[in-house]
């Protein structure tokens, strides 16, 4: 799994970026270990020309009858738009692409020929950011994680055939103008909740080495890709659910203890009033609550050196 990794000086898009609160208080921002999915080289291309369509990641740019996709480097325009109808026969008033056509398999392999290993039938690290780069997309954005979901990907930076075939499939799409066609509807699906809980499990196989034999994902992947998969919603305490994990130097992050936090974030809230010590969460949680207890009896006493000296001891949880 490490090998897939690479850090960088901003992985992930701000939620501001993706159309969350904008944060204000510096004092809260984490310095975190950082991920993309790709290892690959990065390749310095000269700056775009000057465009009168304004630059948006994870974005659509309209300027009248055009539509671009942009990922803040350059810009690649979009099929046509078409209107699609509600039920009722009413216009939803919501703008969809459509592709020309029906999907060809054919086409879906020639496509999946373009980014594949030379020795390998799978698209390999570079391959995949080749693919990215097409798509008009950072390898660490948080679209990359919904596509990779949508073909069921089983490694990190890595599509089998089959894969890549059986996700274009289910997309509908056999071009990359097809494929970023669906980036809304794909967005739009995140947000569902049930979806966006596949979503989240999916995410913790998805960083596995299983090749490895790995069951635990390591802190220094496990904490990135909680940013990642977390883009457009951000629970109150992850920030601070980060800082605890890096502060008491937690090496691994279990399968129970990843899904669960998903449940944990939803019922304590920001303050932890939610919080009952007799539910049967892992150790790790009321560990993270005692935590934060301790730092909050330290600030109201004017003194944090007993919480800053405590330490958990250094295993996977």
């Known amino acids: 799994m490490g090998k897939c990794l690479s850090s960088c000086a901003d992985p992930t898009p701000s ?10 208080d510096p004092s809260q921002t984490v310095a975190y270990p950082a991920t993309s999915l790709t290892t690959v080289p990065t390749h310095h291309h ?15 740019v309209r300027s009248g009858r055009t539509d671009y996709y942009s990922n803040g480097s350059h810009t690649t325009k979009l099929p046509p738009t078409v209107q699609r109808k509600t039920s009722n026969g009413l216009d939803s008033g919501r703008r969809s692409y459509m592709p020309k056509g029906d999907i060809s398999e054919s086409k879906i392999n020639r496509l999946f020929e373009q980014y594949k290993d030379e020795s390998e039938d799978c698209i390999l690290a570079e391959g995949t950011e080749k693919f990215c780069q097409d798509l008009c997309v950072d390898p660490a954005e948080f679209i990359v994680l919904v596509l990779a979901w949508k073909f069921q990907a089983v490694t990190m930076c890595q599509f089998t055939r089959k ?13 990359i103008r097809g494929i970023q066609a669906k980036f809304p509807d794909l967005l739009e699906e995140a947000q569902n909740e049930s979806k966006f809980k596949d979503l989240y499990r999916f995410t913790f196989t998805f960083g596995l080495d299983l090749e490895g034999g790995q069951r635990s ?18 629970p ?31 019922v304590v809230g ?26 909050e009896k330290a600030k109201e006493s004017g003194s944090e050196e007993r919480t800053q000296e405590r330490n958990l001891p250094v295993y996977y949880y």
């Open 15 to 24: 939620a501001e970026q993706n159309g969350g609160p904008k944060s204000t």
């Open 46 to 60: 000269p700056p775009p020309p000057p465009s009168h369509h304004p630059q948006q990641s994870l974005g659509s």
């Open 163 to 175: 894969e890549f075939v059986d996700g274009c499939k289910a997309l509908k799409a056999d071009s």
């Open 217 to 234: 994902l390591p802190c220094d992947i496990a904490i990135p890709l909680w940013k990642l998969v977390f883009t457009n919603k951000e």
């Open 236 to 266: 109150p305490i992850l920030e601070r659910w980060i800082q605890f994990l890096l502060d008491n130097q937690i090496r691994g992050i279990s399968k129970d203890t990843w899904n669960m936090f998903l449940n944990f974030t939803e």
């Open 270 to 295: 920001a303050d932890f009033t939610g919080y009952d010590d007799n539910e049967a969460w892992p150790s790790l949680f009321d560990d993270f609550v005692e935590y934060e207890m301790e730092k």
